[in-house]
């Protein structure tokens, strides 16, 4: 069933994440950004990423029960995305990564105004089993976003360094390509996060096996859903045993990752898309 008592208040993380945009938008015009202006970013960044969790927890774990589909979903990866971003930028050379992450969380925190999602089960909201392995599983989803994410920034670098993109001199994406780190240290940074969301990942997915029981009484659903994540896994194994065998980097490690993120969007968003918007079943 469609809940229609979702907040009224659905779209304020979206007009938040616009305006700091808009605003980050006017101070690049300003040129270099001071250690004050920064803290200030971060400090709203902090304060939107509270109040799109809280609007987002309301909004899944209502009273009714358990409510999702694939808007939820992907505002929630966008979110874990954001605030992996958000903690680790005081410690690592990732602010380039700031506008495509903020970008991502306004068009994603959008979508549950739209398509307010279906009750899955009036009982898991009283379950913290279920819950710790929805929290697992989106945290390693929202992390690997992340990293897909950072995938697709070192594809443009890794290209614009060959000579392969047409850049402007002295323009604004000229500027934004000398600011990112070296190609080296954004692998290691890349690698370093798919480690820890793989980790995620494999606790979610062979933990799924109790919760299927417990949410649908079977024990395991050979699905589009499964089949995907289980094709997902496999991939982001792969890609980190050739990393560990024979050292895999540059371009192959990049398409490796945005395939196995791929599957991994189908797995847990796609099969949600096809079912609500598609066959417009709950």
């Not at 649908?216 to 995907?228: A, E, Q, R, S």
Request: charged content about 10%; overall charge positive; aromatic content about 14%.
């Amino acid at each position: 069933m469609d809940i229609l008592g979702y907040s009224s208040y659905g779209w304020l993380p979206s007009a938040l994440y616009l305006g700091l945009l808009l605003v980050l938008s006017f101070k690049a015009k300003r040129g270099v950004e001071s250690r004050l202006s920064s803290a200030l970013v971060q400090a709203a960044i902090f304060v939107i990423l509270v109040i799109h969790g809280v609007q987002l927890h309301d909004s899944v774990f209502t009273p009714q029960g358990f409510v999702f589909g694939f808007a939820q979903d992907l505002s929630l990866i966008a979110w874990v995305g954001l605030a992996f971003y958000w903690f680790q930028s005081w410690f690592l050379p990732i602010s380039s990564l700031r506008w495509m992450v903020l970008m991502f969380a306004l068009i994603c925190a959008f979508l549950p105004t739209v398509f307010p999602g279906t009750l899955i089960s009036p009982k898991a909201v009283s379950d913290p089993w279920f819950k710790g392995h929805f929290v697992v599983a989106t945290v390693s989803v929202g992390l690997l976003s992340l990293a897909a994410m950072h995938a697709m920034l070192m594809s443009v670098q890794d290209r614009a360094l060959h000579r392969q993109l047409a850049i402007i001199p002295n323009g604004r994406l000229a500027h934004w390509l000398e600011d990112l780190p070296p190609l080296m240290t954004m692998e290691s940074l890349l690698f370093n996060l798919l480690y820890v969301g793989f980790a995620l990942l494999s606790l979610t997915v062979f933990s799924g096996l109790l919760f299927s029981q417990t949410l649908f009484g079977k024990p395991l659903v050979f699905d589009h859903k499964t089949i995907f994540a289980l094709a997902s896994w496999f991939l982001f194994a792969g890609l980190l045993i050739a990393r560990w065998r024979v050292g895999l980097r540059g371009r192959a490690a990049i398409r490796w990752v945005l395939s196995a993120y791929t599957a991994l969007l189908l797995a847990y968003v796609g099969s949600r898309f096809v079912v609500e918007v598609i066959l417009q079943r709950a």
